[in-house]
C-alpha cells in the first residue's frame, strides 16, 4: 500500500522559511513523478512544484522562492520554501505518480492526507 505522509507545516510570519517533508512508503515504482500541490479556503487544488527525473517546474507564483528536492535514500519529497506571504497560506499536499510528467495541471494517483501552512503579515 502506497503511503505519503507530509509534515513540517506550521504557522511563520511574512517573510519566513519552512521545509516541508513528505514520506514515500510502497511505492512500486523506481522512476515518475511526484510533486507539491495546495489549496487554500475556498480555493481549488493547484500544482506548486513538480519533479520528475531530476527535471523540475514550478507554479509562476513560487519559483524563485520555493525548491522542491528529493532524497532517494530516505524516500523523502522536500519543499523549501523561503520568502513566505500571506498568499501562500494553505493546505499542502504531496503527490506521486509512476508517469512522467512537469504538469502542474497532472491527475496524480497517490496523495498525502496535506499539512497546513499559516503565513501571517
Known amino acids: 500500500q502506497v503511503q505519503l505522509v507530509e509534515s513540517g507545516g506550521g504557522s511563520v510570519q511574512a517573510g519566513g522559511s519552512l521545509r516541508l517533508s513528505c514520506v514515500i512508503s510502497?511505492?512500486?515504482?523506481?522512476?515518475?513523478?511526484m510533486g507539491w500541490f495546495r489549496q487554500a479556503p475556498g480555493k481549488e487544488r493547484g500544482g506548486v512544484a513538480i519533479m520528475a527525473d531530476g527535471a523540475t517546474t514550478y507554479a509562476d507564483s513560487v519559483r524563485g522562492r520555493f525548491t522542491i528536492s528529493q532524497d532517494n535514500g530516505k524516500n523523502t519529497l522536500y519543499l523549501q520554501m523561503n520568502s513566505l506571504k500571506p498568499e501562500d497560506t494553505a493546505m499542502y499536499y504531496c503527490?506521486?505518480?509512476?508517469?512522467?510528467?512537469?504538469?502542474?495541471?497532472?491527475?496524480?494517483?497517490?496523495w498525502g492526507q496535506g499539512t497546513q501552512v499559516t503565513v501571517s503579515s
Open positions: 503527490a506521486a505518480d509512476r508517469r512522467w510528467t512537469l504538469s502542474l495541471r497532472f491527475g496524480f494517483q497517490y
Open positions: 510502497g511505492y512500486p515504482y523506481s522512476s515518475g513523478s
